[in-house]
């Protein structure tokens, strides 16, 4: 069983920065690869970023590119998101996952376990 628990969202003007942090307890966090996805109200979860275990991998959906940073340190079980250049569109509950396998999904099915959320809000 692995718990995760977001913080780090909140207000933002458009072009501002927020820090996401996802901080998991229980097994095999190291091992797993790890995601962020989000869901804006009457939308589907979207896949944002993933990170492979060791962090020497990671994918991006194409709108945040260039934009956002995910990256983790397995010695304090958390796992990041640096959102750059914020715009209204990425206004969503974003969530962490902890991946069925070492390898980045894009997919919800492909993660076992979430997070609560944490909602970000840009202002125009």
């Known amino acids: 069983q692995v718990q995760l628990v977001e913080s780090g969202g909140g207000l933002v003007q458009a072009g501002g920065s927020l820090r996401l942090s996802c901080t998991a307890s229980?097994?095999?966090?190291?091992?797993?690869?790890m995601g962020w996805f989000r869901q804006a109200p009457g939308k589907e979860r979207q896949f944002v970023a993933g990170?492979?275990?060791?962090?020497?991998?990671?994918r991006y959906a194409d709108s945040v590119k260039g934009r956002f940073t995910i990256s983790r340190d397995n010695a304090k079980n958390t796992m990041y998101l640096q959102m750059n250049s914020l715009k209204p569109e990425d206004t969503a509950i974003y969530y962490c996952?902890?991946?069925?396998?070492?390898?980045?999904?894009?997919?919800?099915?492909?993660?076992?376990?979430w997070g609560q959320g944490t909602q970000v809000t840009v202002s125009s």
């Open positions: 996952a902890h991946c069925r396998s070492a390898l980045v999904g894009t997919t919800p099915i492909e993660y076992e376990y």
């Open positions: 229980g097994r095999s966090f190291a091992t797993a690869a």
């Open positions: 990170i492979s275990w060791s962090g020497g991998s990671t």
